[in-house]
């Protein structure tokens, strides 16, 4: 049972345009998400996070916007740069128990010059 | 920054081989983790650990045990390996809801 899922296994962007990534979840206790970027032969990185009280939070330029009531968030990189390109994945946790993060399958996003 | 570090980078072991993949983190962290990763698949749980000798099965722990005799040392030990559980393996410690990964093991059982 995929409690997080990224439907789009991959995508591909020119460079200075925007890159939207995204991810739904089925669990209504998640509260917290996250998402990673991972480049090949490394472990991923910590990029964005956002709370459940929040619908938008900004870094730079990347953007995650949530949707509660959609169960459904995505990640938009503005503009996209060839240095993006990775594969990124969606996490999510709730503040419950250990707050396990749940990760989804991922999206592999190319940025071409 | 926060540093963690797995002993190996690749890795290729025979089928019913006993592996040790090593992970050392210098944060003080009291959680950690070891996931795998296959296309596909995301990242799937193995184990984690919130303290020492303390640890608790993720989502895939058959085939596999953890030991955390020291707080900064987290292991993940294959009794024998098998041709399924070729992957990569990343290795996380934990402060507050985010979570810092080591750079991976790409394991190949033959």
């Known amino acids: 049972d995929q409690q997080v899922k990224q439907n789009s296994p991959s995508l591909s962007v020119q460079e200075g345009r925007i890159s939207i990534l995204n991810c739904d979840y089925t669990n209504s206790m998640f509260d917290y998400f996250l998402w990673y970027k991972k480049y090949p032969a490394e472990g991923p990185t910590f990029l964005i996070s956002?709370?459940?009280?929040?619908d938008k939070n900004e870094d730079g330029r990347f953007t995650v916007f949530l949707n509660k009531s959609a169960k459904h968030l995505s990640l938009h990189i503005v503009p996209s740069q060839p240095g993006d390109s990775a594969v990124y994945f969606c996490?999510?946790?709730?503040?419950?128990?250990?707050?396990?993060?749940?990760f989804g399958t991922g999206t592999r996003l190319l940025v071409s010059p | 920054d926060v540093k963690v570090t797995q002993s190996s980078r690749y890795l290729v072991k025979r089928t019913g081989e006993k592996v040790f993949l090593e992970c050392v983190q210098d944060m003080d962290h009291e959680n950690m983790f070891w996931y795998r990763q296959d296309p596909g698949l995301g990242l799937r749980l193995i184990y984690f650990s919130y303290d020492v000798k303390m640890k608790e099965k993720g989502d895939i722990p058959e085939g596999y045990s953890v030991s955390r005799e020291k707080k900064e040392r987290f292991s993940l030990i294959l009794e024998s390996a098998s041709t399924n559980q070729t992957s990569m393996y990343l290795c996380?410690?934990?402060?507050?809801?985010?979570?810092?990964f080591g750079p991976g093991t790409r394991l190949t059982v033959l």
């Open positions: 996490a999510a946790s709730s503040n419950t128990g250990f707050q396990k993060l749940v």
């Open positions: 956002i709370s459940s009280i929040k």
């Open positions: 996380a410690s934990r402060i507050n809801n985010e979570q810092f």
